[in-house]
């Protein structure tokens, strides 16, 4: 009895970064003013070649008090990608990549949550991309829990998180045979995720 006690205290603690802790699964929505994705891939092996996606959207429900991620949506919209080359950009948006006027979206549907430390964890999702859905692992860092100094003063989560994921598997394959393309493509992600009205 006292240790289902002490682990339901600890629990209670996890990812907790403001005194005032909410008291039951909340759904978050992302802020597309302040969110930052960015993925790197190595070309002919000489440098990596950087980008992003510009429209983003997503919510995901947390509880707070537990830490449980019980569900949640990002969605990239691939025709937004960006690495400031257009001509580059247009390759990318093709079938070649990711054959954007055929699938317009990639999403990540998270389907479970595991704690590693006091503000970490690892997300489990679903990543969709070419028509194909595989699993993927993101190591996710709650920054910040606390109601935003300024602006909409809503409670806010700030969050980083990175991923790496191999492109051939969701029969992305285009240069790998040449090496001209890496397979590796790093992901990382920097957001901020505002508290909907009415839920605290």
Known sequence: MKTDLI????????FSASPALLAEPTV??????????????????????????????????????TGELSSGQLVFKANSVFTNHKRRDDHVRNRDFLHARRHKDITFDVTGFERTGDNTGVVTGDL???????????????????????????????????????????????GLDQNMVGDEVSLRFGFEAIQKSGQR
């Open 7 to 14: 682990k339901t205290t600890a629990a209670a603690l996890m």
């Open 28 to 65: 978050f929505e992302v802020d597309d003013e302040h969110f930052s994705m960015s993925f790197e891939v190595m070309h002919v092996g000489y440098a990596p070649v950087m980008g992003i996606f510009r429209e983003v959207e997503g919510e995901f429900v947390y509880d707070e008090d």
């Open 128 to 174: 969709s991309l070419l028509g194909q859905t595989h699993p993927v692992d993101v190591n996710v860092t709650l920054n910040k829990a606390d109601v935003y100094p300024f602006g909409h003063e809503k409670y806010t989560l700030g969050i980083s998180a990175s991923a790496v994921i191999k492109r051939s598997e969701w029969g992305m394959t285009y």
